[in-house]
């Protein structure tokens, strides 16, 4: 891991952070796309045991993203995916990506200011 | 890594999948009333098939309509003697469409458009923070 001063650990541990949002956001996106889909089992993504490891480790870019079938139980067409649950997943994802974003505009925030002097 | 604004592709996907599931209803609505002499097939309703798309890297690539399916050509025989399609013992041939099995996946596929909808607007949210990332 190279530690310089404008990509430090913080801000690749955030980067992989949002890594994982995306690839979610795409999996509930594609969860809800397949809805009524005979036979679809629902996509989850986990990335922040693996992210948290890899912090513990010293590299956040050692950090994983792991894509699962949910095991809920399937409806009679063979398909498991809650819209409910999926709408309010995507919403939450979406805060989350939020708050990732703003902890790395502060962490520029902060850069610009070394930098600049203001 | 995924592809850039990958998510617009999903909810499209499933948009275009309810949206023809929204036409192949319309159209067996548009047909259920189609009688045919005993001698030809009646019109036969229309089921949309889908699939779901896996992605190169597990997290999946939406939905895609795969065909569509007939139902039954044999439809319903029905005594109707004045009508000028009967045939000699007075019997017309009509469509086996059930107009509350097509309301029913009216409101499905009208729903599941609707949700494809949202997923749509949150991945825009979701993006324009991206966006914002150094501002």
Redo the contacts between chains.
């Keep these: 891991m190279a530690v310089s001063g404008i990509s430090d650990g913080v801000t690749q541990a955030l980067r992989m952070a ?2 994982g ?3 979610r ?14 036979g ?1 089992l629902a ?1 989850q ?1 986990r990335f922040e045991d693996s992210l948290a490891q890899a912090m513990a480790d010293g590299d956040p870019t050692g950090a994983d ?1 792991t ?1 699962s079938q949910s095991l809920a139980a399937t409806r009679l067409n063979g398909n498991n995916v809650n ?1 409910d649950f999926e ?1 309010l997943a ?2 939450e ?2 805060l989350r ?2 708050l990732v ?1 703003q902890a ?2 502060a962490k ?1 925030a902060l850069l610009r200011t070394a930098i600049t002097g203001q | 890594m995924s592809q850039m604004f990958s998510s617009f592709a999903v909810a499209t996907s499933g948009m275009g999948a309810y949206k023809t599931w929204l036409n192949a209803v319309a159209d067996n609505i548009a047909n259920m009333d189609n009688v045919t002499s005993t001698d030809q097939p009646a019109f036969q309703e229309r089921f949309v098939q889908v699939q779901a798309v896996d992605g190169p890297d597990g997290v999946g690539d939406g939905v895609r309509v795969t065909g569509v399916q007939f139902g039954s050509a044999d439809g319903i025989i029905q005594y109707d003697p004045n009508h000028p399609l009967a045939d000699a013992n007075g019997m017309v041939r009509r469509p086996d469409v059930s107009l509350s099995d097509q309301m029913v996946y009216m409101q499905l596929a009208q729903r599941g458009y609707q949700a494809n909808v949202r997923s749509f607007e949150t991945a825009k949210e979701a993006y324009e923070s991206i966006l914002s990332i150094g501002r």
């Design positions: 949002i890594n949002i995306d690839a956001q795409q999996a509930i996106a594609g969860n809800i796309a397949n809805v009524d889909t005979p679809y996509r993504v993203v894509v819209i709408l995507q919403k994802n979406a990506q939020r974003v790395l505009n520029y």
